[in-house]
């Protein structure tokens, strides 16, 4: 059994020339990998035996929570109509064009704002109360103003992502190495160049931490927005089945958001991974 | 002599709160300043710490305006940084997310007038002259500190500046690292002709670069003495010049200059700063 964290972090290392060669000898790294991924799949098996077990044992009510393979075939029923896919798209159609919306105006607007010292410390007062007012206690208010259609959602999932994304551009436009900025200034690079080359790379990852904080936040509004009043998308779906007593069809739809969220989170890591690979 | 770069008492002075009263008080960091570089030398300026070593360095290179005096370069006055300067700074400024070579293509990117391939020509060849041909494809994470300062080296002379300005750049640089870079230094010095103004506050380092050592006083700063030096630095690769009796004679007067520098304070210079 492996040791815990505390023995594991504390425990003598070999120096990093040894690491290296007990890695090129091939002794570890490749069956090491095969353990971690071996005990992650472990967990998710547990997950479903649990699941299915449960119900079928009568411990928990089987009516509300159907055993998971119920489930899977009222989410096969719902991929074989096409219903499913409905739903996705109308879901991803409204969710992407808000996160993309977010996206285009958050980054020019914050390296505006990082830009010039009075307009960060004019509006960092503003941009925190904005950022602290939870996006759906104002779905009442665009709802209003939008009406019930898609430009109500698409705005409201803008408003949530455009925060995170505006606060981490400014942070990290604004901490940029003074000593990246003076080799520029020596190299006489104009102010245009200099953010184009330097301040711009140099705050990537830090702009990074602001989109994936907001891929979550997508997820999260659009099914919000959907679940209030919608008729089509996955949260749509979750409270029609809900309503309509289709209750492993509510849990297709819930188990479908999952892994929209998980794909979302893993292609900006991904995508995150890439544009930082300079990084040690 | 003739010279290429010409200070004139130059003075600068910053306000600074004090620590005691937080009054605001002038600090005086250069004053009555005067220096003549000649083209192609080598001149270390060496002094105690705090003594406005760097302030120098910074008004050379533009990144800094003085209070009183003036600086001139071939007879014109320093406004602004300009590309007949580079400067080599103690901390590694490379480009994290470049590589070696794009790092060195950045400057000549910054000077414009050369084609993509030329610039990679350029790199390469600036690269090689540092000794860092196989890293050319390396990120700075991937690199050792010597390294990562060749990296700069290169791409400061990469765009062949008429004087390189050097901020102590190998101050965090282990000692035998240090040894071999500044031999090298001197090699590429007398290869290129480049003019080069080196601060330091290692004496050995300043007398063993150095044509003519500047020694500063402590605050507020100016040039107390210069002493020419006079060493056969030829094959300093198989040869220890540092061991000679010369080097250490020429050590000896840097080092007696800088140890009068450790009288008393003078009661002016109560404002200190954090």
Not at chain 1, 5 to 11: A, V
Not at chain 1, 53 to 80: M, N
Not at chain 1, 252 to 260: D, E, G, H, R
Request: charged share 20%; glycine share 8%; hydrophobic share 45%.
């Amino acid at each position: 059994m492996s040791p815990s964290l505390l023995e594991e972090r504390t425990e003598a290392r070999p120096n990093p020339r040894q690491e290296a060669s007990v890695r090129a000898r091939g002794v570890s790294r490749g069956r090491r990998r095969a353990v971690t991924v071996a005990r992650g799949v472990g967990g998710l098996v547990t997950l479903a035996v649990i699941w299915e077990v449960l119900p079928r044992v009568g411990l928990v009510d089987s009516y509300f929570i159907p055993p998971l393979s119920t489930v899977l075939e009222a989410w096969w029923q719902l991929i074989v109509s096409g219903e499913l896919w409905r739903h996705l798209q109308a879901s991803l159609v409204r969710s992407g064009a808000g996160f993309l919306l977010a996206t285009v105006l958050a980054i020019p607007l914050g390296a505006a704002v990082a830009w010039y010292r009075p307009v960060r410390e004019f509006f960092q007062p503003v941009l925190e109360v904005f950022r602290n007012t939870a996006a759906l206690a104002l779905l009442p208010v665009f709802t209003l103003i939008l009406g019930i259609g898609e430009a109500s959602k698409i705005a409201i999932i803008t408003f949530a992502c455009f925060f995170p994304i505006l606060l981490s551009t400014i942070a990290g436009v604004a901490t940029v190495d003074a000593q990246l900025l003076r080799s520029a200034k020596v190299l006489g690079l104009s102010p245009v160049a200099t953010f184009r080359k330097v301040v711009f790379p140099a705050a990537v990852p830090t702009i990074f931490t602001g989109i994936r904080i907001s891929g979550a936040t997508a997820i999260l509004v659009l099914i919000a927005a959907e679940l209030v009043g919608a008729n089509a998308g996955l949260g749509f779906l979750i409270s029609y089945s809900n309503n309509n007593m289709l209750i492993p069809k509510m849990y297709a739809a819930i188990l479908t958001t999952s892994l929209l969220g998980l794909g979302v989170n893993y292609g900006l890591v991904a995508l995150e991974r890439r544009f930082s690979r300079w990084r040690s | 002599m003739s010279s290429r770069i010409q200070l004139r008492d130059v003075g600068q002075s910053f306000l600074v709160r004090g620590n005691d009263d937080r009054q605001l008080r002038e600090f005086v960091a250069l004053e009555g300043l005067d220096l003549d570089i000649a083209p192609g030398e080598f001149l270390t300026v060496v002094g105690p710490s705090g003594c406005g070593k760097s302030t120098v360095l910074d008004l050379i290179a533009g990144l800094a305006v003085p209070t009183s005096g003036s600086l001139t370069i071939d007879g014109v006055p320093i406004t602004g940084p300009g590309l007949d300067r580079s400067v080599v700074f103690q901390q590694y400024t490379l480009l994290p997310w470049r590589t070696a070579q794009a790092n060195v293509e950045f400057a000549l990117e910054a000077k414009g007038g050369l084609s993509k391939a030329e610039r990679k020509e350029r790199a390469q060849t600036y690269l090689e002259l540092v000794g860092l041909s196989e890293f050319a494809g390396r990120y700075p994470h991937e690199l050792s500190g010597g390294m990562k300062q060749r990296v700069a080296i290169a791409r400061s002379l990469s765009y062949q500046p008429e004087v390189l300005l050097m901020d102590e750049p190998y101050g965090a640089l282990d000692a035998q690292t240090r040894e071999r870079l500044q031999e090298e230094l001197v090699s590429i010095w007398q290869r290129t002709g480049t003019t080069v103004v080196f601060i330091t506050h290692d004496i050995d380092e300043a007398v063993f670069l150095g044509q003519r050592v500047a020694v500063m006083s402590s605050r507020p700063g100016r040039i107390k003495a210069i002493v020419d030096v006079d060493l056969d630095r030829s094959g300093a690769g198989d040869r220890d010049v540092r061991a000679t009796a010369e080097f250490a004679a020429y050590r000896h007067e840097v080092w007696t200059l800088l140890r009068e520098e450790h009288a008393p304070a003078r009661p002016k210079e109560d404002a200190r700063v954090a």
